[in-house]
Every structure is written in structure tokens, then in C-alpha cells.
């Protein structure tokens, strides 16, 4: 079976940083991607960052670059997203995903479609 746990959210001040984890246990086949996902009430599900497990390059969103970094821990199977400088607009459930097949050429990388296995989803929420 495969699991990925997020752990990380909660409720923090605009301007303040938190640190998303997703920890991956359970594959049989080694994943090509790992990304994070959101959705605020009443919106739709966007991508907002990935990682590459091959050569570990990143992609982000327009909106949280400069301000989130994705980085993974092979010893620990786990990925994280580093969020800093959050605004208001960020507040959402995130969720992360992984892609375990392998595309030619690749999708989009905040395709959900491509993503295999998703997490329960952790509530990330910035208020004053």
C-alpha cells in the first residue's frame, strides 16, 4: 500500500513562515515527481510546487515563488515546503501527490492528472 502523510499546517500570522512535510512509504515503482497542491473554499485545486526526482529541479507557481521552496530528504523519504512570507491568500488545504509514471514528453507540472497517490491534505491558515 502506498501512504503519504502531510504534517505541518496550522494557524500562523500574515508574514510568518510554516513548513509543510509529506512523508512516502509503501512504493513499489520509484516516483518521478512529487508535488504540492491547494485548494481555498470555493476555488479550484491548483499546483503550486514540484519536484524532480531524477535531477531534483523545481518548478513553482507565479504566485508563491520567491517565497515557498520544495526540497526533498532521500534518507527520509519525506519532501517539504518551506513557506515564508505568507499572505492571506495562501490559506487553502494542501495537499501533496505523487507521479509514478513516466511521460514523453512530461505533462505540466502542476497537471493533476499525472499524480498517482495523493495525501489526506493538511489546513494551512494565515489570520490575524
Known amino acids: 500500500q502506498v501512504q503519504l502523510v502531510e504534517s505541518g499546517g496550522g494557524l500562523v500570522q500574515p508574514g510568518g513562515s510554516l513548513r509543510l512535510s509529506c512523508t512516502a512509504s509503501g512504493f513499489t515503482l520509484d516516483y518521478y515527481a512529487i508535488g504540492w497542491f491547494r485548494q481555498a473554499p470555493g476555488k479550484e485545486r491548483e499546483g503550486v510546487s514540484c519536484?524532480?526526482?531524477?535531477?531534483?529541479?523545481?518548478y513553482y507557481a507565479d504566485s508563491v515563488k520567491g517565497r515557498f521552496t520544495i526540497s526533498e530528504d532521500n534518507a527520509k523519504n519525506t519532501v517539504y515546503l518551506q513557506m515564508n512570507s505568507l499572505k492571506p491568500e495562501d490559506t487553502a488545504v494542501y495537499y501533496c501527490?505523487?507521479?509514478?509514471?513516466?511521460?514523453?514528453?512530461?505533462?505540466?507540472?502542476?497537471?493533476?492528472?499525472?499524480?498517482?497517490?495523493w495525501g489526506q491534505g493538511t489546513q494551512v491558515t494565515v489570520s490575524s
Open positions: 519536484i524532480r526526482s531524477s535531477d531534483g529541479r523545481t
Open positions: 501527490a505523487a507521479s509514478i509514471q513516466r511521460y514523453s514528453p512530461p505533462p505540466p507540472y502542476d497537471y493533476a492528472g499525472a499524480y498517482d497517490y
